[in-house]
């Protein structure tokens, strides 16, 4: 499938065959390919939570509305966006500095800039996750159609309840 295909035919599917499931493989080729995505300061702050036991689906279920897709569908999907991660122990920023030989100096300028942007607020740093995730997010939802697998994005939850979940 092309990238025009793949960008023309990705819908938000709101309902789901609980009887077939999404082979592991699959789910970890959507990920791997979208966590390609670009990121601010290409730091990847993100998690990604596979929900897929009946035990984990049911406390899924409860946080988001008793949305009846959480327990059809073989796995949802839980983004985390990480506040701090712009923060100099984000091990990112050491392989930033591994790649350059060893030497800090180039990317001491882009740890400051990040820490000057988004450690200033928590309003910011907030944007800062939410930025994130909104990135890998999309990207996983055209990586799945690029394999075939419908998905839909969620909001409507109570992300506090999603937090003490899992």
Known sequence: MTLDQVYDSRRA???????KPLAEATLKNIVNLAVLAPSVFNLQPWEIIAVKSDEAKQKRHAAANKQPKILDAPVTLVIVGNRKGYETSNPVWQDKIDADSGDSSKVKGAMEAASRLYDATEERSIKFAESNAGLIAMSILYAAKYYGVDSHPM???????????F
């Open 13 to 19: 599917v709101n309902f789901f065959d609980k009887d």
């Open 155 to 165: 909001s409507g939850m109570d992300f506090a309840a999603v937090k003490e979940a």
